[in-house]
Structures are given as C-alpha cells and as structure tokens.
C-alpha cells in the first residue's frame, strides 16, 4: 500500500515514516521542510514538500495514496490553527483511510485522563483544546478515524499496547505512557487493516 505521513519531520512523524517502511509500504512524506528527512532516504520513500496553509498541493502529494496518517501537532505556544488548516486539508482528499493522532483526555475521551490529570491537562492545553477538538471533528465527519493516544515517552517498542474503541476504553488508575514507537506500528497496522471507522480508538493496554 502507498502511505503518505503528515507531520513527517516530528519526533513521531519519523517513526511512522519508518515503521511503515519496515512494514513493506511506499511512503509518501509530506513535509514543510523535505531537508529535515534527508537521513531517512529509501527506495520506497518519496518525500514531498508541501503547507497545510497553502494545501494545493496535497492532492498529488497523495495521489494513488491507500491510507494517510498523520502526527501533525504544533509546538508550545506555537499556531494551533495549524491542526484545524490539517485537517481541513486532508479531509478534502476523500482517501480510503486516514488515521489522525489526538490526545487521550480531550475531545471524545474527555475526562479519561482521570481525577487527577484532567484538570492539568485542561490547564497545559488550554488553548490547544478547541483547536484539537475541531480538527478532530473535521476528520471523523470525512470518515477518518482517530486515535488517542496518553503520554508519549521512548521510542523504543514495547509490544503492549492494542487500539480499542474509545466507548469501550476503561482509564486505568495511572494514566499511562506509551512509547512513540509502539503509537507508529499500531498507527500503520490500522492504516492497512481499517479496523475503525470514522470513530475515536484509543491505546490501550493489552
């Protein structure tokens, strides 16, 4: 299958770029700055330049793309409009598939982060969350799924991780953290297999 990747010069982004690489997939890497992927080349991989502002050129970045999945994000105090123009970009290329990263304990999971972290988190995120949510929105109404993930730490696999339906995820009493690595093989495996629907997953442990 021929994957495209947003967000494909983040921490994140890197990893799906290579485990779909490592899974058989072409690639298509969409990236505001191709320079940042010059270490990763392949004979599979295509890196395509590309702005969700100026997103006219999106269409033949994924022309015959099976799946799209992206870790699109923004930094800390950085444009959260980025993540709305995201995903006003992708949902108008209508592919088969795309699998959009989010954050367990906002929009859909509201509340699942726990007692103890929903209010920090509504607190660090405070003005990301309405940006998230929209984009979120955005895509399941194009048929995407997302995907929540807790905190992200490591990037090396773990294993113990499988995406359930968020109705039926069950917050354990520690909110959790799962490895970048493990958030990019589950990503790229729902890209091929289309478990979900236009619905919200969630990592969660084995």
Known sequence: MKIAVLG????????????????????????RTPAKLVDLE???LT???????????????????????SALGTARGGDVTTLTAGAD???????????????????ATGGSAGPLFTP???LVLRKEIPAKTAAENTIRAAGGTVVHAPILGGNEPKGTFEL??????????????????????????????????????????R
């Open 8 to 31: 494909s010069t983040g921490k994140t982004g890197r990893l799906l770029v290579s485990e779909a690489l490592r899974q058989g997939h072409d690639v298509v890497a969409i990236a």
């Open 42 to 44: 392949h004979e599979r």
């Open 47 to 69: 890196v395509i330049a590309a702005d969700v502002f100026a997103p006219a050129g999106f269409a033949a970045a994924t022309q015959d793309a099976g799946a799209l999945v």
């Open 89 to 107: 970009a992708v949902a108008a290329l209508r592919l088969p598939k795309v699998v959009w990263l989010g954050s367990l304990g906002l929009g």
């Open 120 to 122: 920090l988190f509504n």
């Open 164 to 205: 359930v339906p968020a109705a039926t995820y069950r917050p354990p009493l520690m909110f959790p953290t799962i490895t970048r690595a493990d958030v990019a093989a589950l990503m790229i495996e729902e890209a091929a297999k289309s478990r979900f629907g236009n619905e919200t997953a969630v990592f969660a442990r």
